[in-house]
């Protein structure tokens, strides 16, 4: 047997469905200091550097993040490159 289930909500009502917890002060923080940080960034250079920087894991987890973002677009674009 098939059942198809269709929920139509909020992604706020959604979180709180789940039991995830709310990161919106969290995420707002990251993003300004994202934002400040890069006012600064006169070339790709500079912003390779700071990004490898901040990211966690240095390049391995730049690495996995590029290839998430890649799949993302891929997947965005219809496997198109």
Do not use: H
Not at 1 to 19: D, H, I, S, W, Y
Not at 49 to 54: F, G
Request: with cysteine; hydrophobic share 40%; aromatic share 4%.
């Amino acid at each position: 047997m098939k059942m198809n289930v269709e929920v139509e909500c909020t992604p706020e009502e959604a979180r709180r469905f789940l039991g995830l917890p709310d990161v919106t002060r969290a995420n707002e923080a990251y993003v300004d200091a994202m934002l400040k940080a890069m006012q600064g960034v006169g070339s790709v250079e500079q912003m390779q550097d700071y990004v490898k920087q901040m990211a966690p894991m240095g390049n391995l987890g730049m690495k996995m993040f590029q290839q998430i973002m890649e799949a993302g677009a891929s997947m965005a674009t219809g496997g198109k490159k």
